[in-house]
C-alpha cells in the first residue's frame, strides 16, 4: 500500500480465533471463526486500521449457571505508526507500531472484544437464577418456596418451643416462698 497518504485497501477474512479472547464466564472460544472486515487507510503518521468482526461468544449465564452462546460483533479503530516516537514523552502505551510493514490486530481485537462482552452474562434480561437454599432453578418453578426462613441466631430456642417444658412441683415453690419470708 505504500506510505502514500489517501491510499486505501478494503479486506474480508475470515481467520481463527486466538486463545484468550474474553475473560472466564464469556468469550471467544479458541479457534472459532472470526468474521473480519477491514479497512487500511494510510495518513501522514501511519496506518489507520477501521473494521467490523463477527465471532460466535460461549459461556454461561451468571445467575443461573445456563450456557450461552451469541454472535458478538464488533467495531475497531486503531492507528498504526510508520515509526516509533523518537522521545520518552510521546511515546504511549498504547501506541502500535508497524513491523516491517506489517501490523498485528491480535491484541487490538482481543481488547475490542473485552470491552464489548457483558461483565456479567444472563441468559435473559429477567433470569430469576438459583435457589440460594437448594439450587433449584427459578424459571423452571417460580412460585419455589421454602417456608419462613428462621434467624440461625434464634433457631435454638424453636427448639425450645416445641419442647414443653414440665410443671414446676408445687411444693418446691411453697418452700423457697418460706424461706424467703423469713
Known amino acids: 500500500m505504500g506510505r502514500k497518504p489517501g491510499a486505501e485497501r478494503n479486506f474480508t477474512r ?13 468469550a471467544v472460544p479458541e479457534g472459532s471463526t472470526i468474521e473480519l472486515e477491514l479497512r487500511l487507510e494510510a495518513i ?7 473494521g467490523t ?5 460461549a459461556g454461561e449465564c451468571v445467575r443461573c449457571l445456563d450456557p450461552i452462546d451469541e454472535a458478538v460483533v464488533v467495531g475497531f479503530q486503531e492507528l498504526y505508526l510508520y515509526d516509533a516516537p523518537s522521545s520518552q514523552e510521546e511515546t504511549d502505551e498504547e501506541d502500535h507500531v508497524l513491523e ?14 473485552v470491552l464489548a462482552l457483558p461483565q456479567n452474562p444472563l441468559c435473559a434480561p ?18 419455589h ?13 424453636s427448639q425450645l418451643v416445641e419442647q414443653p417444658v414440665p410443671p414446676a412441683d408445687q411444693s418446691e415453690s411453697d418452700i423457697s416462698s418460706d424461706d424467703s419470708k423469713e
Open 14 to 26: 475470515t481467520v481463527e480465533a486466538p486463545a484468550e479472547m474474553g475473560y472466564d464466564v464469556y
Open 145 to 157: 418456596t421454602h417456608g419462613e426462613a428462621i434467624d440461625p441466631r434464634w433457631a435454638s430456642l
Open 100 to 113: 516491517d510493514e506489517l501490523l498485528d490486530l491480535e491484541p487490538v481485537l482481543r481488547d475490542a472484544v
Open 53 to 57: 468482526f463477527s465471532a460466535p461468544a
Open 44 to 50: 501522514m503518521e501511519g496506518i489507520l486500521a477501521t
Open 126 to 143: 429477567d433470569c430469576p437464577g438459583l435457589c440460594p437454599e437448594c439450587g433449584a432453578r427459578l424459571a423452571d418453578d417460580p412460585g
